[in-house]
């Protein structure tokens, strides 16, 4: 079983950036497929990143494209992702997930293992 906390939330103007970090216990993080998910009020859980475990393949949702980028640091045993250009509709609760295999990746229901989220909030 895999244990994941996440970090580097906080409040940032418009144009600014955050990096969020997932740590894993418990396992290693890069033998699953790990994926980032952000939550607004009222809203439903959105696919915001993503990464495989073999290939190390990337995925990223249209609304994040050219300015999140999502990397692993295996010997940290983490998974970041690098927030740029942020804007006020990225305000939301971010979730890292894991799942055994990458596919369907967007859907956040296929994965089994969550942390308990980090607040983004940015102000315009």
């Known amino acids: 079983q895999v244990q994941l906390v996440e970090s580097g939330g906080g409040l940032v103007q418009a144009g600014g950036s955050l990096r969020l970090s997932c740590a894993a216990s418990g396992s290693t993080i890069s033998t699953y497929c790990t994926g980032w998910f952000r939550q607004a009020p009222g809203k439903e859980r959105e696919f915001v990143a993503g990464?495989?475990?073999?290939?190390?393949?990337?995925y990223y949702g249209d609304s994040v494209k050219d300015r999140f980028t999502i990397s692993r640091d295996n010997a940290k045993n983490t998974v970041n992702l690098q927030m740029n250009s942020l804007k006020p509709e990225d305000t939301a609760i971010y979730y890292c997930?894991?799942?055994?295999?990458?596919?369907?990746?967007?859907?956040?229901?296929?994965?089994?293992?969550w942390g308990q989220g980090t607040q983004v909030t940015v102000s315009s």
């Open positions: 990464i495989g475990w073999s290939s190390g393949k990337i």
């Open positions: 997930a894991v799942k055994q295999y990458c596919t369907r990746i967007i859907l956040f229901r296929d994965y089994n293992y």
